[in-house]
């Protein structure tokens, strides 16, 4: 059974930083692509960014988020991080962790992740 740990959300102010960390266990780590979602309160659950297993990322259409976020993973370490720097009270939300196998239609989410920007 694959598993997915987020860490490293918390309260933050305005401008600040917050690297998110996502483990992975139960598989191979290297067959997925992984992703950073999230889901502020009465919104629907969005893209931030994704990696491929080689390590090419893709955004969110947001120039927001391009300039600001950068996701990275660490094969040997079964983890996906999403680096967040000069937050916003708007970047208040949930962040889940997700896994799309290369070859198989096999997805999986971590339980998530609170990420509150205020002063």
């Known amino acids: 059974q694959v598993q997915l740990v987020e860490s490293g959300g918390g309260l933050v102010q305005p401008g600040g930083s917050l690297r998110l960390s996502c483990a992975a266990s139960?598989?191979?780590?290297?067959?997925?692509?992984m992703g950073w979602y999230r889901q502020a309160p009465g919104k629907q659950r969005e893209l931030v960014a994704t990696?491929?297993?080689?390590?090419?990322?893709?955004?969110a259409d947001s120039d927001s988020v391009k300039d600001r976020f950068t996701i990275s993973r660490d094969n040997a370490k079964n983890t996906v991080y999403l680096q967040m720097n000069s937050l916003k009270p708007e970047d208040t939300a949930v962040y889940y962790c997700?896994?799309?196998?290369?070859?198989?239609?096999?997805?999986?989410w971590g339980q998530g992740t609170q990420v509150t920007v205020s002063s």
């Open positions: 139960g598989t191979i780590f290297s067959n997925y692509a």
């Open positions: 997700n896994a799309n196998h290369n070859y198989r239609r096999l997805t999986y």
């Open positions: 990696i491929t297993s080689s390590g090419s990322s893709n955004y």
